[in-house]
């Protein structure tokens, strides 16, 4: 088991399904946030933040730059591949350290290739992002044409200075680049060329940020790796076995807002992804709305599909702004005669799905789309897409509260988690302390019916002086630990509070009770059943550092007839038949961990250094 919490890399052996090992604990530089695993090579994913490099650290070198005032940083953030040996789990060897310019936003590893999408500003010295204005401007009234001739004035002359500053710039100077640590120092590689061949620039696009696309072979001794770059907004990102896709807003908001002209639409980019080692670009096209997450887009047999909200962000400074709508949009790769290019291009769409509200969770699966929008009740839209040149609204079911994550079940049923209604009576709002599941019969496509729905919680008296609980896994997916060979569900829940009394001597005492419990479900087509809870709670209460952290269980996994439930201080073993904890690790914190680790060219020379009594 592979666990980063807290800055720290925890090894933990599993000699049989049952039992547990603690191997090793390794600090990480910055906040990991995701691993990789292929074979013996572990690939931590870190984000490093440049106020976190040290001042005597290289990379502070190759990172800063003099504006002529005052240093600068190329980017604000990197992306760190922590890449180790761990064929011997007590000591993880340091393989390679890789830095990309940009923030993570996921990765994929398949065969040894990882592909890495970053995120970033990139700075650029001396290139002005604002209007330099002459004193008298502040002394001119706001609606005076001499204070709009001054302000554009200044821009154009703000555009010159770029422009001319542009022309005497390299490509590599502007783009995200990628550093690696050899031996204490830091190599840049840069990348070759300088035609932009590796661009895609969305039309009217107006954000200077870069999405990059790194395409790196861990394989190879030598650093080998792409890279492919969009310029654009914030992306999400969607990955299939064979396609890529990155959507992002095709406008912004200082630039939409007050403008009644400007569509509120998405950009979408694909790339085939089918070679490992390759990734090739295979097109763009652009969709009216805004896409919630990664499970509002799907790619089926050659045919994107993409769930889509219009008008979600209210024109107020319109009298009558088109209301809010929902769409489902397919799209297909279609050649350009005239210039040989692919582009995407609209196949089909379904407009009208639940007027005045937002989408707040989506599911494609096969020629099925599951969509919840939510206003003050969630309703859930079946859409069928075996026509993708008109999907149709197949069936509508209005239930209390709302689902913010759909799990497909079968054919035939759905599972979904969510918040409850606010009032029950009414099934109105939203109570955010309420984590609620809820089982759907969509055996009849046209008429889904809600089985069941089951109110979770860590404790049994909620109303006894708790805060409201809540579940990682109503907004983390990674957390939702369905089990099908067992039919079982894992779900982590949390809640605390306040608690005072007077002891028999009189004597007051303040206490912080808190609960973080995982709470297992016994899931079937027809029904749901709580089947027992795996607590952590007994980890908070014996660290008297435990103000400083939080013992949230964060992550389970289901092992042969055991569950592992793993939280920041420990990881428990329980045995599902009767829900006995059969072994247990406490993991080290951030304070009592030795930073250095070992590379796999010292634990070499110490090996070499113990055999050879001459050294």
Known sequence: IFFVDDGILHIMDVPEFGEIEHASST?????????????DKLIVISVVSNWNIEQDDPLQDVMKF???????????????????NISDSSTPLLDRELYLEGYYLTAREVSGTVRAV???????????????????????????????NMREIAAQNSIQHNKRL?????LKDILPQVHERIDGDIVTHHLSGDDC?????????????????????????????????????????????????????????????????ILESTNIHTFDISDPGETTYSGSGRVDGTILDQFSIS????????????????????????????????????????????????????DGIAYNETIWSARFLDDRAYIVTFENMDPLWTIDLSDPTSPTIMGELEVP????????????????????????????????????????????????????????????????GWFWAWSEATWEHKAFQYWEPKNMLAVPMNTYRFSSHYDDDGRYHYEYEWVSKLMIINVTEQSLEIYGEVD????????????????????SIFMGDYIYAISHAGVTVTQLDTLEEVDMVQLVTFDNIESDVPSEETENESEDSASDPGR
Not at 166 to 170: G, Y
């Open 27 to 39: 600090q990480i530089q910055g906040n990991p946030v995701a691993m990789m695993l292929n074979e």
């Open 66 to 84: 003099w504006n002529g005032d005052w240093y600068g940083w190329r980017t604000s953030t990197l992306t760190k591949f922590t890449i180790f």
């Open 118 to 148: 970053t995120h970033t500003w990139m700075n650029i010295p001396d290139l002005r992002t604002w209007l330099t204005y002459p004193d008298d401007y502040y002394y001119e009234d706001y609606s005076e044409e001499q204070r709009r």
């Open 166 to 170: 542009m022309e005497n710039i390299s």
């Open 197 to 261: 061949s590796d661009f895609a620039t969305p039309e009217g696009a107006l954000n200077r940020g870069y999405t990059s696309i790194f395409t790196i072979d861990l394989n190879s001794d030598v650093l080998s790796f792409e890279a492919d770059h969009i310029v654009g907004n914030w992306p999400l990102v969607y990955s299939s076995k064979d396609t890529l896709i990155i959507t992002e807003n095709a406008w912004d908001w200082w630039w939409y807002w007050g403008h009644d002209d």
């Open 299 to 350: 790619e089926h047999e050659g045919v994107v599909r993409v769930a889509t909200t219009t008008g979600q962000w209210a024109r107020w400074w319109m009298q009558n702004p088109e209301p809010m709508e929902n769409h489902v949009i397919t799209l297909s790769h279609s050649l350009d005669i005239e210039t040989g290019e692919s582009s995407l291009m609209e196949l089909g769409r379904v």
């Open 401 to 464: 509260g709302v689902s913010t994550y759909i799990h497909p079940l079968s054919d035939d049923a759905i599972l979904t988690i969510g918040l409850g209604p606010a009032d029950e009576e009414t099934g109105l709002g939203l109570d955010w302390g309420h984590t609620r599941l809820s089982l759907f019969d969509v055996s009849n496509f046209s008429d889904p019916q809600l089985a069941q729905t089951l109110s979770l919680s860590p404790v049994e008296n909620p109303e006894e």
């Open 536 to 555: 952590h709670s007994q980890f908070y209460q014996t660290d008297e550092n435990h103000w400083w952290y939080s013992y949230n269980i964060r992550r």
